[in-house]
């Protein structure tokens, strides 16, 4: 996949890094030429130093054959151009960087696919992890309509040594919740369980719920034998 990414900042070159790693081919574009040498003598992408939101760079950064585009400039405002842009331009598929609320609209209708909060993520962030300090990782969908969390599971959970399918019939495990992801332990891949699978001391489990739900599904997880 050929992705293209305006800014050369920390989260532009993070990204790039990551992307080249997973085996994509990557172009970067900044004003800044240190951040551009940057890019491709250390993440390994191409990179090409003028504005992003100029129609010549982007044409020779080879923005009619990217798959993907990720708008992560210093600003909104640039971002929002940068992602116009890349709808005329026919990009398939678009992400942006956004820091002000206002501008969700705006990314939306210009043509961004996916708009990520930089603000709203740090706080969501940080708010799960002051009231879920046991949860390892949560993550939002659907405008946060859906979480899944990622729970580790104690000698004295209630729930070890049952099944899933078990735990999904316990009227007390909340309706609508799913284990989808079980890893027995620390170094073992991630499997996706299936009715049969039994819980262990040490693993952990990947689980999809409701947001109202939360708390009721960390207590029975949790719950002592």
């Known amino acids: 996949m050929y ?30 030429p240190t951040a551009c040498r940057y890019a491709r003598e250390q993440v390994g992408a191409m990179a090409f130093e003028g504005s992003a939101v100029s129609t010549e760079v982007l044409l020779e950064a080879g923005i009619r054959k990217a798959n993907s585009l990720a708008a992560v400039l210093r600003s909104d405002a640039l971002n929002l151009a ?75 959970c209630y729930v070890v040594g049952h099944s899933v399918a078990e735990i999904a019939q316990d009227f007390r495990f ?22 049969s699978t039994v819980l262990e001391p040490g693993s952990t489990v990947l689980i999809v719920t409701k947001p109202h739900c939360l708390h009721q599904v960390i207590d029975f997880i949790e719950g002592c034998k």
């Open 82 to 156: 940068m992602v116009t842009l890349a709808k005329h331009y026919g990009v398939p598929h678009i992400l942006s960087r956004m820091r002000h609320p206002d501008f969700a609209e705006p990314l939306r209708l210009s043509g961004a696919n996916h708009i990520i909060s930089t603000v709203e993520l740090s706080v969501s962030t940080m708010v799960n992890a002051i009231e879920y300090p046991q949860v390892e990782s949560m993550m939002h969908f659907e405008q946060g309509q859906i979480e899944v969390l990622k729970l580790g599971i104690s000698n004295n």
């Open 174 to 195: 909340p309706t609508g919740s799913l284990i989808i992801g079980y890893q027995p332990h620390p170094h073992d891949d991630l499997m996706i369980p299936n009715g």
């Open 3 to 32: 992705v293209l990414i305006g800014g050369a900042g920390l989260v532009g070159l993070s990204l790039a890094k990551k992307l080249v790693e997973l085996g994509h081919t990557v172009a970067v574009i900044d004003i800044d």
